[in-house]
């Protein structure tokens, strides 16, 4: 059988970047809420028909296998608050072409849930973790829930994870002054911990105000030591990687803001209710869920993604004079 170029021919967007990424929102709901993340008041949840099922998200990924996707990321809102997603990902592990798939999560159901996502194939995930102060976790996020992701990290330790990434959102006033104790968990733990400068989107309760860039913390790690660069791997993400002089782990940083790796950008993100988006930073996306559920074949879906990265920007345009806010909240759109 000659499968349609439609269905085959590999997504390359109009700056010549292969898209080979894709992020997969699978819910809206979270567990917390992150003051730079959702929005003050209640978030008005998706219905349940508006939220695409695991067979919708699994026909996805299959295409854009297809068009060259090859690594995966499963996540949220939070990921382990919707039901059946260790399957999800047993099932995403068993797809041949996948390189990598990997998972997000805030860490509060962790510990309850580690061996099984061990048991799916998964060995890669990323912990977000803002404060390692229990009162301070609690201001951020909302919940007293400090002690259960710290739980879930050493579960996921002890099992065999590898990496695990410990995600920081480095924010004025709220936790800069943490910076170097986060940094130090790299020497004590093999753990990779990535400070990510704070992307001022959707109404969030932070600002641009509590905005600090990666040279800034950089500088606040250098008391620790040297920053040696570790060189990057095939499947890297946009972090940049650092090794302080003797740790088990590594210091990452992501720097949307400062220094942006737009130029390199090879990821598409499709959120819970089937919007594929080619930027994360800006508002545009195409329907896939409509094309999944006309009734029309595979060759619609990929049309769709095809569309989506025809009109992927070259660049974010956040900080930017002619900036276009980004109404969405990160809560949605999965990071
Ligand atoms: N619930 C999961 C979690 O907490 O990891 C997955 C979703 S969360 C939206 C994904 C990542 O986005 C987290 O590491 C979070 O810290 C990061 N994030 C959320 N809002 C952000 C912002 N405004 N700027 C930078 N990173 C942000």
């Not at 939070?78 to 997000?104: F, M, N, Q, Y």
């Not at 733990?189 to 990510?196: A, D, N, S």
């Not at 800006?282 to 009109?311: I, M, W």
Request: aromatic residues 6%.
């Amino acid at each position: 059988m000659i499968s349609s170029p439609s269905l085959t021919a590999p997504l390359t967007d109009p700056e010549h970047r292969a898209i080979r990424y894709l992020r997969l929102s699978i819910t809206d709901r979270c567990n917390l809420r992150c003051l730079y993340c959702a929005p003050d008041g209640r978030v008005p949840r998706l219905a349940h028909d508006q939220i695409l099922s695991y067979e919708e998200i699994l026909r996805v990924v299959q295409v854009g296998v297809g068009l060259g996707i090859r690594k995966v990321r499963v996540t949220g809102g939070e990921p382990l608050v919707r039901k059946g997603v260790v399957d999800l990902l047993r099932r995403l592990v068993a797809i041949p072409e996948i390189e990598d798939v990997s998972l997000t999560t805030n860490g509060v159901l962790l510990e309850s849930c580690a061996k099984a996502i061990f048991d799916a194939g998964v060995r890669r995930i990323n912990v977000s973790l803002d404060s390692l102060n229990r009162q301070r976790y609690a201001h951020i996020t909302g919940y007293d829930r400090f002690d259960r992701v710290w739980a879930g990290i050493l579960r996921a330790h002890a099992m065999g994870f590898s990496p695990i990434k410990i995600n920081v959102v480095a924010m004025r006033r709220i936790n800069d002054d943490e910076i170097a104790d986060f940094a130090r968990l790299s020497m004590a733990y093999p753990f990779h911990i990535r400070f990510i400068e704070y992307m001022p989107i959707g109404n969030s309760r932070t600002t641009v105000q509590d905005q600090i860039l990666t040279p800034e913390i950089q500088d606040r790690i250098r008391v620790l030591g040297e920053l040696v660069p570790v060189e990057g791997q095939k499947n890297d993400g946009p972090a940049r990687r650092f090794r302080i002089s003797g740790a088990k782990g590594e210091v990452g940083f992501i720097s949307a803001l400062s220094q942006h790796f737009c130029d390199q950008c090879n990821r598409l993100r499709l959120t819970a209710d089937g919007k594929l988006r080619a930027c994360l930073l800006s508002d545009r996306y195409e329907s896939l869920k409509e094309a999944l559920r006309s009734g029309k074949g595979d060759a619609a879906v990929a049309d769709v993604f095809r569309t989506a990265v025809q009109k992927k920007w070259a660049g974010h345009r956040l900080g930017a004079d002619d900036t276009v806010p980004v109404t969405e909240f990160m809560q949605k759109i999965g990071g």
